[in-house]
């Protein structure tokens, strides 16, 4: 129920992060020109490619709502499945680095063992 320019300020505002606010930031402005919503988003990189399509396509059929909802929908599956995929990568890699620790921390400890003499 909020209109397109409006809704890019409060985007801007609560982002969370300067660069992302100042691609809204610029969408807006491009919004403001006369410049169309897909288009504006474009230009000013404030939307993944795939996104950026689902608007264009929310905007010649006359469903921006439902396709900026979609696109919102698609955009969360693929950051979640990003996510997913790091921390399967990581959690090995997090596993042999602390084996490593330990081991060198294990053959520290058996170095020092090993050195000391022991006279009769």
């Known amino acids: 129920g909020v209109s397109i320019v409006p809704a ?3 985007a801007a505002a609560t982002a969370g992060d300067a660069a992302i606010a100042a ?12 410049h169309a ?7 000013a990189d404030a939307m993944t490619p795939t996104a950026v399509r689902l608007v264009r396509t929310g905007e010649e059929t006359g469903r921006l709502s439902a396709m900026l909802a979609h696109a919102a929908r698609v955009e ?3 950051a979640e499945r990003t996510v997913r995929t790091a921390v399967r990568l990581l959690e090995p890699t997090l596993i042999v680095v602390f084996a490593g620790i ?7 400890l058996l ?7 022991v006279e009769p």
């Not at 170095?111 to 003499?117: E, N, P």
């Open 23 to 34: 691609r809204l930031d610029r969408a807006r402005q491009a919004l403001i020109g006369g």
């Open 37 to 43: 919503v897909a288009r504006a988003l474009a230009e």
């Open 8 to 10: 890019l300020e409060h």
């Open 111 to 117: 170095q020092a063992v090993y050195g000391v003499k």
């Open 76 to 78: 969360t599956e693929r």
């Open 102 to 108: 330990i081991s060198l921390v294990a053959a520290a």
